[in-house]
C-alpha cells in the first residue's frame, strides 16, 4: 500500500502563493508518475500538472506559468508551488500517485485524502 498525505492547503488572498506538499509512504512500493489534481463545487475533478520519476513535468494550460511541480524522490515528497493565485484555483487539492511492486509490472493507483485551498477575491 502507498498512504498519501496532502499539507499546504489555506486561504489566500488572490495574487498570493501557497506551497502544497504530499509525502508518501512507500514501503514496497517504487512510485513513477505523480500528479496534482483539483475538485471545485459542483466541477469535475481535473489534472493540474504531472510529474515523472526522472521530473518531466507537464500542466494544464490554466496554471501555466503560475504552479511548478516539483518532487524529492529521496524523500518520496512532491510539491506544488502555486502563484499568482486566483479565485478559480479555488478547490480540494488532490494528490496522486502511480506505483508498482519493484520487480512486477503491474501499476497500482492512489489517491490522497485532498486539502482545501481557498483565494479570495
Known amino acids: 500500500q502507498v498512504q498519501l498525505v496532502e499539507s499546504g492547503g489555506g486561504l489566500v488572498q488572490a495574487g498570493g502563493s501557497l506551497r502544497l506538499s504530499c509525502a508518501a509512504s512507500t514501503g514496497r512500493f517504487s512510485i513513477n508518475v505523480m500528479a496534482w489534481y483539483r475538485q471545485a463545487p459542483g466541477k469535475q475533478r481535473e489534472l493540474v500538472g504531472l510529474?515523472?520519476?526522472?521530473?518531466?513535468?507537464n500542466y494544464v494550460d490554466s496554471v501555466k506559468g503560475r504552479f511548478t511541480i516539483s518532487r524529492d524522490n529521496y524523500k518520496n515528497t512532491m510539491y506544488l508551488q502555486m502563484n499568482s493565485l486566483k479565485p478559480e484555483d479555488t478547490a480540494v487539492y488532490y494528490c496522486?500517485?502511480?506505483?508498482?511492486?519493484?520487480?512486477?509490472?503491474?501499476?497500482?493507483?492512489?489517491w490522497g485524502q485532498g486539502t482545501q485551498v481557498t483565494v479570495s477575491s
Open positions: 496522486h500517485a502511480e506505483a508498482k511492486i519493484v520487480g512486477t509490472p503491474t501499476l497500482y493507483l492512489y
Open positions: 510529474i515523472t520519476s526522472s521530473g518531466g513535468t
